[in-house]
């Protein structure tokens, strides 16, 4: 039964560290990590719906997705004062995207951006969540999510202009 749900979750687990911290290696020592501690805490788990235990498993995964990138100390934060008034939010461009290059794409981010991304705008989390989560301030939560969806643009610009050189 236990192999059944680890070869189930393992894929979408290792996709989720993935976007989180941009390479495989990582994602697969935290999915690895995180199945032993589900293990270890078994006795902890409620299970109120069918899909409680991937959450379960899902939260234990983000976390030490979180812990890695703090321990590594690497977030590249900026200020609210950083921020260009004329910068433009995503395009209809973004629906487009095949799901492998949108994650290439969102793993190319900087560690800050990246990980204020997968929180609020996948994971749905609020900026003052996601600020108490890591010890930032609400302001720089937004102003990192703000960049993030910039620089996403700019990547499916990029492709954008390269797939119609290419078709010409």
């Known amino acids: 039964m236990v192999g059944v749900i680890f070869k189930r979750l393992h894929p979408s687990l290792?996709?989720?560290?993935y976007r989180y911290l941009g390479n495989t290696n990582d994602a697969e020592d935290v999915v690895m990590v995180s199945w032993m501690k589900v293990i270890q805490k078994i006795k902890d788990f409620k299970f109120e719906h069918p899909l409680s235990f991937y959450s379960y498993l899902k939260r234990i995964c983000i976390h030490e997705c979180l812990n890695l990138l703090r321990a590594k100390n690497n977030f590249n934060l900026i200020s609210l004062h950083n921020l260009n008034e004329t910068d433009e939010p995503f395009s209809d461009d973004l629906h487009q995207l095949d799901t492998k290059i949108l994650l290439e794409i969102?793993?190319?981010l900087p560690i800050g951006y990246r990980t204020v991304f997968n929180l609020f705008a996948i994971e749905g989390h609020s900026h003052a969540e996601i600020a108490s989560m890591l010890q930032i301030t609400e302001s720089t939560s937004k102003s990192q999510f703000r960049k993030a969806r910039l620089s996403l643009m700019q990547y499916?610009?990029?492709l954008n202009e390269e797939r119609k050189s290419n078709e010409r």
Not at 14 to 17: A, R, T
């Open 156 to 158: 499916i610009n990029k």
């Open 106 to 108: 969102i793993a190319q």
């Open 14 to 17: 290792i996709s989720l560290c």
